[in-house]
């Protein structure tokens, strides 16, 4: 659900960079006063682990679309919704700098859309409630299915929303919507399941993080180098090897504008502030669409992201996938670090 900058003005675009600036600092700030200097090495693992899940799009049975994990609701389960959102916007703007996911206009849409409403909405008000105290297994399953379709049905109406507001008729609100929904909700399932099983997870192994994830006082140091080194092979393994095998088909978001527009792309504006960005895009993303590029010479602006795949295009994955997680592991990280730097100072 990564929106290109062909989809947004610059209004709503800056509009929603604003926004998530401000969650951002809001994040921050509670976390700078009440810092579990605990979370710090585990936002940067989860980060690397997020990274690398939302590189495997599986496919949308009977639709010809596929999808990817969003991983915010992961992250707030087992971080805190603060923390969970900085760590989110760190892999959110790893993937757009480096491997030209996602534009930088969108960028903000994006962390706004992948991360506010698992992170504030779908984790607080549903999950923790229907989930409890984590004494029930089922409880919990049914907790991360919930919260999962209702953070990415709201995720996605969000996006048709900013498309409306940005003039883009060939996206009708109405059409758009009815198709991007029920595609989102089978992702949603998806999304569900795997939130349960990594729960579980950890619960088996370390249940001490989701009770400091809730704001749970006096339990004590939390030993996390077998659960951090479980993460981080999982990151590995899934960044350069599961990768591969990733779903050739359409994301759900391209393919509701395939299926809304009759075109599989779209003509955004280039000039102004979307060329600017676009050119400033290729010359950041050194692995656009998680892969090397094709010969060096020119490319249209604003192309990072389209490029042709080398043969051996596998190779250029797995590095994509160990580069990423190695870049967000360390992003999320410094975020911790510099939040409990910055409370020691004060």
């Excluded at 339990?219 to 960044?239: E, Y």
């Excluded at 094709?294 to 080398?310: I, L």
Aim: glycine share 14%.
């Amino acid at each position: 659900m990564h929106m290109a900058d062909a989809l947004l003005s610059p209004a709503v675009g800056g509009t929603a960079w604003a926004a998530t600036a401000g969650l951002i600092g809001y994040s921050s700030r509670k976390l700078r006063d009440g810092m579990d200097d605990r979370r710090i090495p585990l936002m940067g693992v989860l980060g690397a682990f997020i990274f690398a899940a939302q590189m495997i799009n599986f496919t949308i049975p009977a639709t010809g679309s596929s999808g990817h994990l969003g991983g915010g609701l992961i992250l707030a389960i087992l971080l805190g919704p603060q923390a969970a959102f900085l760590t989110l916007a760190s892999v959110l703007t790893v993937q757009a700098m480096f491997f030209a996911d996602g534009g930088l206009l969108a960028l903000g849409c994006n962390i706004f859309n992948l991360g506010f409403f698992p992170c504030f909405v779908a984790y607080p008000f549903i999950y923790r409630t229907v989930a409890g105290g984590h004494k029930s297994r089922w409880r919990i399953v049914a907790a991360s299915g919930i919260a999962a379709l209702i953070g990415l049905q709201l995720g996605s109406a969000a996006v048709v929303v900013e498309t409306t507001m940005s003039g883009v008729t060939e996206l009708p609100f109405w059409t758009f919507l009815l198709v991007m929904q029920p595609v989102h909700l089978a992702i949603g399932l998806v999304e569900g399941a795997v939130t349960a099983a990594v729960v579980l997870f950890v619960l088996r192994a370390r249940p001490e993080i989701l009770e400091a994830a809730q704001g749970a006082e006096g339990s004590g140091p939390v030993p996390l180098r077998g659960l951090a080194a479980a993460l981080l092979a999982a990151a590995i393994a899934m960044g350069a090897g599961l990768s591969w095998f990733a779903s050739s088909n359409p994301d759900g978001l391209e393919w509701s504008i395939a299926h809304t527009s009759g075109s599989d792309t779209l003509e955004g504006a280039d000039e102004g502030m979307h060329r600017s960005l676009g050119n400033l895009q290729d010359r950041t993303a050194i692995l656009p669409d998680y892969g090397f590029r094709e010969g060096t010479g020119e490319r249209e602006p604003g192309s990072a992201g389209r490029t042709d795949r080398v043969p051996g295009a596998a190779v250029g994955t797995s590095v994509s996938g160990l580069l990423g997680g190695m870049l967000t592991l360390l992003l999320a990280g410094a975020a911790g670090v510099l939040l409990r730097w910055r409370r020691v100072r004060t």
